[in-house]
């Protein structure tokens, strides 16, 4: 089974930085897609990145792009979200996720339907 525990949520002033973390445990293999997604109660879940663990190929989405980048320690299990100039629209609980499918990395959006293990989440909360 596999399990996935979000850390490094906070809260932020606006044009900070914060390093989300997603450990991951039970992976049957080397190559998973991990996604990042984020939810607050005004808007639907939106897929915000996400890399396939053995060759390291990365799909994000428009609204993060140049501001957020992800990363995998194998060593680790762990992918991490690099989250730069906060905004207050950044305001969400973010979960990752892992999925087998690859088309996760070309699709625009990053469809959650392909991701079938998810965390708890972690809070983020950017002020103004």
């Known amino acids: 089974e596999v399990q996935l525990v979000e850390s490094g949520g906070g809260l932020v002033q606006a044009g900070g930085s914060l390093t989300l973390s997603c450990a991951a445990s039970?992976?049957?293999?080397?190559?998973?897609?991990i996604g990042w997604f984020r939810q607050s109660p005004e808007k639907e879940r939106e897929g915000v990145a996400c890399?396939?663990?053995?060759?390291?190929?990365?799909n994000y989405a428009d609204s993060v792009k140049g501001r957020f980048t992800i990363s995998s320690d194998s060593a680790k299990n762990t992918v991490y979200l690099r989250m730069n100039s906060l905004k207050p629209e950044d305001t969400a609980v973010y979960y990752c996720?892992?999925?087998?499918?690859?088309?996760?990395?070309?699709?625009?959006?990053?469809?959650?339907?392909?991701?079938?293990?998810w965390g708890q989440g972690t809070q983020v909360t950017v002020s103004s």
């Open positions: 996720a892992a999925s087998v499918h690859t088309i996760t990395l070309v699709t625009t959006p990053i469809l959650s339907v392909f991701f079938n293990s």
């Open positions: 039970g992976l049957t293999s080397e190559d998973f897609v």
């Open positions: 890399i396939r663990t053995r060759d390291g190929r990365t």
